[in-house]
């Protein structure tokens, strides 16, 4: 899951600057390696306690539908990452941004309901949180 975040990463990159532009990476430079991870693990932790915590039990709860349940969490997680697309992203980067968080909902909302824990749907969010932060 991880290689496909990469891939992911690079072909935004890629659409994003016209080339492949590791300028992203240079934030390393300010924040270092440890504030990068640092900040991805708690974003990747908040929102898996809301995303699949929450709001996905809560749905399934009500509709014993594992796969309408990540559909509509999914939603409501995209919904949750539209200020910060918005802000940093346009057109197709925009659009591809967003439907990996999407598939991301759906993809740890999946393994949260056959795993039912959060570990694993949190440590994908925060291998797919550094591609976001050493990509885009």
């Not at 990469?6 to 590791?22: C, P, Q, R, T, V």
């Not at 995303?51 to 749905?59: C, D, E, M, N, V």
């Not at 999914?74 to 999407?102: D, Q």
């Amino acid at each position: 899951m991880g290689f496909l975040f990469a891939i992911e990463g690079l072909a935004a990159n890629w659409l994003k600057y016209g080339k492949f532009s590791f300028a992203p990476i240079l934030d390393l430079e300010s924040w270092g390696i440890l504030g990068v991870l640092g900040l991805s693990l708690a974003t990747a932790f908040s929102e898996e306690i809301l995303g699949r915590g929450f709001l996905f039990t809560r749905i399934f709860k009500d509709s014993k539908d594992t796969l309408k349940a990540a559909v509509y969490s999914s939603i409501l997680f995209v919904c949750l990452h539209l200020p910060i697309a918005f802000k940093n992203l346009s057109s197709l980067t925009l659009v591809i941004y967003l439907f990996s968080v999407f598939i991301l909902g759906i993809a740890n909302s999946i393994i949260f309901s056959a795993r039912k824990t959060l570990t694993l749907p949190i440590l994908i969010h925060v291998f797919w949180n550094m591609t976001v932060a050493l990509y885009l």
